[in-house]
């Protein structure tokens, strides 16, 4: 079954504590992108990938960072997290950048 | 960075018609994205148009005005489990700067 996968789906943790969130997708697809929702403010790009070992910011990509070692995986990494990263995470994939996104279940991220 | 605006919640009747605004800035849009999500999950691609004019899949039509900035979801004869967000997006051609819309919270009542 062709999909976006992402773990873990929720964690809870703490300030200065690094975490990281993996994303795959088994579609051999091209782009990748990291999302966050927060209620009011609609989903915002954090980081996006055309294509490995090519990553580029989104609108607010401080204290994020990403990886693209390999086509399908694409972590987010917080070195640091702090509470105002608390959000709903989605990363979503497509077959090249600028054809329609197909999104991960998304992470529930808590950070105290 | 680009702005997107869509009407905050709509409530229409099953088995009737809503059409859904979105309005945005007409420089760096390859084209313009209809998503929907669920309360709870994650957003399914709906309809995309790059062209001018109106897209139309089943129930669910599109529309672009590029010189307008302008852009519209239109729902024929709505069932409930249309209740969802709506949300219009659009980016540069490689998927750089990709921007959502606040998103439209329709109800639809029995």
């Known amino acids: 079954e062709a999909q976006v996968t992402q773990n873990p789906r929720y964690l809870i943790t703490v300030t200065g504590k690094k975490l990281t969130v993996t994303c795959s997708q088994n579609?051999?697809?091209?782009?990748m992108s990291w999302y966050r929702q927060d209620p009011g403010l609609g989903l915002r790009q954090i980081y996006y990938?055309?294509?490995?070992?090519?990553?580029d910011k989104g609108d607010v990509p401080e204290g994020y960072k990403v990886s693209r070692k390999e086509k399908r995986n694409f972590p987010l990494i917080l070195e640091s997290p702090s509470p105002n990263q608390t959000s709903l995470y989605f990363c979503?994939?497509?077959?090249?950048?600028?054809?329609?996104?197909?999104f991960g279940p998304g992470t529930r991220l808590t950070v105290t | 960075g680009q702005n997107i605006d869509q009407p905050t919640e709509m409530t229409a009747t099953e088995g009737a018609i809503v059409q859904i605004n979105c309005t945005y800035q007409?420089?760096?849009?390859?084209?313009l994205f209809w998503y929907q999500q669920h309360a709870g999950e994650a957003p399914t691609f709906l309809s995309y148009?790059?062209?001018?004019g109106l897209e139309e899949k089943g129930r669910f039509s599109s529309f672009l005005s590029r010189s307008k900035g302008y852009s519209y979801l239109l729902l024929k004869e709505l069932q409930m489990k249309d209740s969802a967000s709506y949300l219009c997006?659009?980016?540069?051609?490689?998927?750089?700067?990709?921007?959502f819309g606040p998103g439209t919270r329709l109800s639809v009542l029995p």
């Open positions: 997006a659009g980016g540069g051609d490689y998927g750089q700067n990709f921007v």
């Open positions: 979503a994939s497509s077959h090249r950048g600028g054809d329609e996104q197909y």
């Open positions: 990938s055309m294509n490995v070992e090519v990553t």
């Open positions: 007409t420089s760096g849009f390859n084209g």
């Open positions: 579609m051999n697809h091209e782009y």
């Open positions: 148009n790059v062209l001018d």
